[in-house]
């Protein structure tokens, strides 16, 4: 069974960066397409960045384009880089895996395997 557990989130201060780390377990790591969901307060969930099983390819919700980079690496983790956040970046954001990369499950948010989430507050 494949397990995603996330670190890395805590409090800032608007324009300051935060780097969110999911380590990946329980399959073949390069047969997942890895990502990254967040939901605000009081707000549905969007994508925030996906990257496909070799990294070869980076897909990114219009939030965060510009700003956060998503890359993986050959020790099962995936890595998410936020730059110049600002308070609306404020949520959980969510690992989260699935062997699809192109289709519909990532912007349909349906990615069969999810991490607990971890939280980013961001003050302005």
């Known amino acids: 069974q494949v397990q995603l557990v996330e670190s890395g989130g805590g409090s800032v201060q608007a324009g300051e960066s935060v780097t969110l780390s999911c380590k990946f377990s329980?399959?073949?790591?390069?047969?997942?397409?890895l990502g990254w969901i967040r939901q605000a307060p009081g707000k549905e969930r969007e994508l925030v960045a996906v990257?496909?099983?070799?990294?070869?390819?980076t897909d990114y919700g219009d939030s965060a384009k510009g700003r956060f980079s998503i890359f993986r690496d050959d020790e099962s983790t995936v890595t998410l880089r936020m730059n110049n956040l600002t308070p609306e970046d404020t949520a959980v954001y969510y690992c989260?895996?699935?062997?699809?990369?192109?289709?519909?499950?990532?912007?349909?948010?349906?990615?069969?395997?999810w991490g607990q989430g971890t939280q980013v507050t961001v003050s302005s």
């Open positions: 990257i496909s099983w070799g990294g070869e390819s």
């Open positions: 329980g399959g073949a790591f390069n047969s997942y397409a």
């Open positions: 989260a895996a699935d062997q699809a990369f192109y289709g519909s499950t990532w912007y349909t948010l349906t990615p069969k395997y």
